[in-house]
């Protein structure tokens, strides 16, 4: 409620300004003056209400603008340390590589005694040995012994692609790569989701801003891991979310110069398995022996490579299980889909205990198999069909 007392003692001052004495007060020409004053007043009062307004305005904008602008320094400046970290681990695997080769060329210009050389050869493999044996301790001992069922889960009309989830991850998404060479990878949400229609792909397209070739890709951490195309032996690392490349790599020791399987069109397969990534891949000559190489995910170096007895020729597809390599060959006819070369860089598996590994008879070669260490079963791809193969293992032999 007003207090009509206050109120007077205010305006009473302002009055006295604006009023002439009572004698004046029936002059018109004094009337109108007040009132043109009036209006004066007003004018000014809104005048600086809207500066005020613009002001705050102004202020709002900035302020907006300046927090937009910070927040994009704050993203390039953990873009820009992000990728110093990443140039630092390459520079330092390039260095551990150049060091390497120097001690190879400085061992071949300067040959020692043999009794020393025979010393230092053993001294050699025992830390080689070591060496493997500290790479492959994880916590996994069980080796296959037999494919138990399939299950076709979904149907499409292209003869070659890929299929996956992420073998480090409790993600259900499931991505599927179509052809053997393209761009385009589907993400769906759960495998049901990838199950419900087989006549189109309800999926998220996601466009990579490179190519890869082969169908031995991987998901791993996030990230997917190809053979980058119209290269001999490129490894790619690409981050899904942001859609950049991560990292790359040079696999050496020929990779890619030839296919890695005779009945494939991929000239390097990658695998993951319960000691992490891998790639496997033919030699340098023509239908030689598959190369077994360990890579470190985190920076693309190569931890170490085998020579495996197990041929190219008739080979169509391999996967990892807990350190193993194990090849699947097709000699064509109405012969079986069989795993005949077992390769375990620990010498813990005798290919006597193995059983007649075999896969249900499909009418053609498999295009991938590959297996995930999280729900223990392969993923593969025949004739168009993506099929889950269930496994039966059991516990090999502790290394001594």
Request: contains cysteine; charged residues 25%.
């Given at each position: 409620?007003v ?6 003692a ?23 003056y ?20 613009a ?15 910070l ?31 120097e001690y ?16 230092e ?48 991850s409790?993600?259900?998404?499931v ?28 999926g ?20 997917l ?16 979310q ?63 490579s ?22 699947v ?7 079986l ?21 075999f ?10 198999i ?9 993923y593969?791809?025949?004739?168009g ?11 090999k032999?502790?290394?001594?």
């Amino acid at each position: 409620m007003v207090d009509l007392r206050r109120a007077s003692a205010l305006l009473v001052p302002l009055l006295a300004v604006f009023l002439p004495p009572p004698q004046c007060a029936q002059d018109p020409g004094m009337v109108h003056y007040i009132y043109q004053r009036f209006q004066v007043l007003e004018q000014g009062l809104e005048k600086c209400t809207r500066a005020t307004r613009a002001y705050l305005q102004d202020f709002q904008d900035f302020s907006r603008n300046i927090s937009t602008v910070l927040g994009r320094c704050l993203s390039y400046t953990s873009e820009y340390k992000r990728a110093v970290n990443n140039l630092a681990l390459r520079v330092e695997r390039a260095q551990r590589e150049i060091d390497y080769l120097e001690y190879l060329r400085e061992a071949d210009l300067c040959p020692e005694p043999d009794d020393k050389s025979m010393a230092e050869k053993l001294l050699l493999e025992a830390e080689e040995e070591k060496k493997i044996r500290t790479l492959l301790n994880a916590s996994c001992d069980n080796m296959l012994m037999g494919i138990k069922s399939l299950k076709i889960v979904k149907k499409t009309m292209d003869t070659d692609g890929s299929w996956m989830k992420d073998a480090a991850s409790a993600s259900p998404k499931v991505y599927f790569l179509i052809g053997s060479r393209n761009n385009t990878v589907w993400e769906f949400a759960n495998l049901r989701a990838f199950m419900e229609d087989s006549t189109k792909l309800a999926g998220r397209k996601l466009i990579l801003t490179v190519s890869w070739q082969g169908t031995g890709q991987v998901i791993y951490k996030g990230f997917l891991f190809f053979h980058n195309q119209g290269t001999s032996s490129e490894i790619i690392k690409y981050n899904l979310q942001k859609r950049t490349v991560e990292d790359r790599m040079l696999l050496p020791g020929g990779a890619g110069r030839a296919l890695a399987y005779q009945h494939s069109s991929t000239y390097i397969d990658l695998a993951v398995d319960e000691h992490g990534l891998w790639a496997i891949h033919s030699g340098p000559d023509s239908h030689s022996h598959l190369v077994l190489t360990k890579i470190e995910p985190d920076t693309l170096g190569v931890e170490h490579s085998w020579d495996t007895p197990c041929r190219s020729q008739d080979a169509e597809a391999s996967f990892l299980l807990c350190g193993v390599l194990y090849v699947v060959y097709n000699t064509g006819g109405q012969d079986l889909h069989r795993i005949t070369c077992v390769y375990d860089p620990l010498g813990t598996i005798n290919e006597n205990d193995l059983p007649n590994l075999f896969f249900p008879k499909r009418p053609r070669s498999h295009s991938m198999i590959h297996y995930n260490p999280r729900d223990k079963q392969l993923y593969a791809w025949n004739e168009g069909n993506q099929i889950i193969y269930k496994l039966q293992t059991k516990r090999k032999l502790p290394v001594e």
